[in-house]
């Protein structure tokens, strides 16, 4: 892998994480996004500074909000993972496998072969 997909990899997994926690709970704090990464809070605080830089994600002290931007750049992170595992479980592999792939999947696949998977499933 590339040093600009391992970047690119990370950034979208952390916008992912802050999406996926702020549609389960009211507000993302940095050590929901550290748990359910599985790194250090020291690591959260670096990637949240980035986004930041990059108007993706604003903070109020306490809680992360993505911004306009940030939400859909994470919603079509986001719906590239769900339809990749879908098409995987749809075509045999079990579901924690496709859960995994589509983890890794998502940030390289092309945009021809994902248009293909979307097709496939009907959306």
Known sequence: ??????????????????LTISKAQDVVHRVDVAKRMN?????VNKAVKLLCE?????EDGKHLYLTPTGKAYAER?????CIIREYLE?????????EED??????????????MMKKF???
């Open 77 to 81: 992170v986001y719906e590239r993972h």
């Open 102 to 115: 589509a983890c890794r999947m998502e940030h390289l696949l092309s945009d021809e072969t994902f248009q």
């Open 90 to 98: 749809k075509n045999g592999v079990s579901a924690a496998t496709a």
């Open 1 to 18: 892998m590339n040093t600009y997909a391992k970047y690119n990899q990370s950034e979208e997994d952390y916008l992912e994480s802050i």
């Open 121 to 123: 499933l009907g959306k």
């Open 39 to 43: 790194v250090s809070q020291a690591a």
């Open 54 to 58: 990059k108007g993706y994600v604003y």
